[in-house]
């Protein structure tokens, strides 16, 4: 019953997911999220396809010994900078909301989340001068954009034995993106105008994984994943439609000794099937990107390796959305450091990671931030050995 | 029982504070980021675009006789102007043969002194020498009366008395106080009214506006008198003050209408109609910016110089000609003013009018214009209509599309 209580709540809050501020959200479909619980940030999602509170591998769900509900706060700091200028920008962001447990009796695992699969949440300032009438008149347009697509997941994981397990997942691909379009000018004669849209986003997609455990140090995973095709509607007017990516993912686990955990590993997104619909479009293209991430994670008492481990990770992504036609593509680096405790006998948990990264397309564009991921987990059914 | 150790508690709260704090501290979003295009200008710049839309054909007109002299809230009195020529009329209501004192009526038996009083609303201060006269009329003027029916009797015989105005005096009350002997030269009629007609001179040719009964500080006749009553040499003195029964003013050339043009103003009052037809996609899609009506005189525009007139555009709620019901809101009425010797085109903003004749309002496309003050005002223009060889009335709209925010 309280289970329930808890997917309520939180289906209650899913619409306020969001992701990350980045003005390299503001082409294409938005910066891509990472559904990745905090645990994982903590080790900058090198061990998220062995995460069964993370949704990037539906195998992983089978390993979850109770009812488990998750969600994170992430505030966002971030210092961006551009040909136009320079600026901080703040952002609090609820990426992942996920619910998921064992089914009694049986050797399956079922779940449910919500998380961000794009983000575009940006405001613009941009300026420029226009002849109107005759007399040159400076312009002065801000965009803003908040929302961008979700991605609804309902997953089911089996064990086929000891060292396999497998899962597949059914994705609803959804959101709506809120945008905001004003204009002034320096000549007050000129009425400020405003234009106001939403966009909203459509599309199915299924993921399959599995996870290997060749012996009890190492763990291998690996996912697939084919998101179709999402339709885009623009105040319910179709716009047009936008191919999404196949994802494929491997991962490996391995454990030096009982207090040491290494975790790495790398997602292929084909991001380039969407380039000739964004093009059509009038947008500036999208390429193929590669996530490369590693993990370290280090528990002082083995018995009980949820008491304040210490993680690290690294990363280094490319972005799929291009900011000009033909351009280079935009890359991201992050390193993460996090912990994390449990407590009232394991039923609540939380999960802390700091994370600082880097975006960066040539010598024009930067940015850099560092984001605070606080996430809770509850277990309310848990039963004490 | 395990006891933790204080430290830790201690430190473990600073921590769950610190976090919160930092929690908390970014929930107030603050996302502007300076961007340049085309690179972070997803839906690109929407150049600002520009249309002239012409008045329909045929279909501007003026309508006369909406405010008549006397009824708005000045009285012209001109000499000299180019604009016009003109004289103020007023009749003073009845001043009765007794009034009543201690409960009973009683005579008026002597009239001891007179002041009438003026309020000057509006002068050209470049002017000096400003001389106000005041002569007695008959009392049957009426809205009929004529320049010419009364030109002929301000003359020395039937002066009252004369007002010399400080140049000094921008605004404010005149007063002229006749006393002794000179009252009779107030002509009462057989039911007491007293009829005056008002004319300026000056070092130049020149105009001045005085209050009307319709505005603060009417003309008034304040009268000083005595009664029979010998018991009480008090209360045999009283004073009595008349209002205008009547007022006008009279103009020695009226306008005369050419259905051709577009005149507006004047006394009776004109106003004009213009109608316009919207391109759909304009009604339809786009933001507009600034919309400016553009009016051509047809002749350079005469007024009283340093007293500007108003211009003003309403839109109506329905088109019904003439009687069309006016959109009183505030933010709809556009205004200019328009100063004496005007003679290139006459520009008023009427954004927020055109912008109510977008989408599926019903709102007429359509432009009235009157003058204010409305038949009080010296300033009354003749515009070129869509009859004319050129300078038809048009709107200069500047818009944007509609911003293409689906474009990724």
Known sequence: ?385 | MIVPDPRTVLLRSALMVGILGASLSGCRDELTTPADCPALCPGGQQPVQELVLPATLNMDTSYFGYVGPGIGPSLRISNGLPASEDRALTVFLPRPDSITVNDTARAIVRLDSAAISLTLQKRDTLVTGLKLFIYSLPTDLDTNTTFADVDPQFIAANLIDSIVVPDSLKAGTLRAVISGVDTIRLKPDSIGRIGIGVTITANAPTGIRIASIAATGSPNLTSYFRVNLPSDTTKAKQTLVRFPQFNTFVSQNPAVSDLDLLPVGGAPSARALLRFALPVAIRDSVTILRATLEMTPDVTIHGLPNDPATLQAFGAIGDLGAKSPIISSGNTIATTTIDDGTSSTVSIDITRLVRIWQGSTGVPQLVFLAISPEAASFTSPVFRSTRSASGAPQVRITYYQQFPFERP
């Open chain 1, 1 to 385: 019953m309280r289970a329930i209580v808890i997917v309520l709540f939180l289906a209650g809050i899913a619409p306020a997911a969001s992701a990350q501020s980045s003005v390299f959200g503001s082409r294409g479909l938005g910066l891509p999220s990472r559904s990745v619980s905090a645990h994982g940030w903590g080790l900058s999602g090198a061990g998220a396809l062995f995460d069964p509170e993370s949704n990037q591998n539906p195998a992983a769900l089978a390993r979850l010994l109770t009812v488990t509900a998750t969600f994170q706060i992430v505030p966002e700091w971030r210092t961006v900078e551009t040909p136009a200028g320079k600026e901080s920008t703040r952002l609090t962001q609820f990426p992942l909301f996920s619910v998921g447990g064992p089914l009694k009796s049986t050797f399956l695992g079922l779940g449910v989340s919500m998380g961000s699969y794009t983000s575009r949440d940006f405001q613009l300032v941009s300026t420029h001068s226009e002849d109107i009438r005759g007399v040159p008149v400076e312009v002065i347009d801000t965009l803003t954009s908040r929302g961008g697509m979700n991605d609804i997941r309902v997953a089911a994981s089996y064990l086929l034995g000891p060292r396999v397990d497998v899962g597949a997942a059914f994705h609803i691909i959804t959101g709506v993106n809120r945008l905001d379009q004003a204009r002034v000018f320096s000549d007050t004669s000129f009425l400020p105008s405003r234009q106001s849209s939403e966009i909203s986003y459509n599309g199915v997609g299924f993921s399959l994984g599995a996870i290997f455990r060749p012996s009890s140090r190492l763990s291998l995973a690996a996912t697939v994943r084919s998101d179709g095709k999402a339709t885009v509607d623009r105040d319910s007017s179709r716009a047009f439609s936008v191919d999404l990516p196949f994802t494929f993912g491997a991962g490996l686990q391995f454990h030096p000794s009982a207090k040491l955990m290494t975790s790495a590993q790398a997602t292929y997104k084909t991001w380039s099937g969407a380039n000739s619909d964004l093009l059509e479009q009038g947008g500036a293209g999208a390429k193929n990107t590669v996530e490369l991430a590693g993990g370290i994670e280090f528990t002082s008492d083995p018995r009980r390796p949820w008491r304040r481990p210490i993680r690290f990770g690294a990363r280094y992504t490319q972005l799929p959305f291009l900011l000009t036609t033909g351009g280079d593509q935009p890359t991201e680096y992050s390193v993460s450091i996090g912990t994390g405790a449990r407590f009232a006998a394991q039923r609540g948990g939380v999960d802390l990671a700091l994370e600082h990264n880097w975006r960066k397309l040539g010598s024009a564009y930067s940015e850099s931030g560092w984001l605070l991921v606080f996430g809770v987990s509850l277990r309310p059914a848990l039963q004490q050995p």
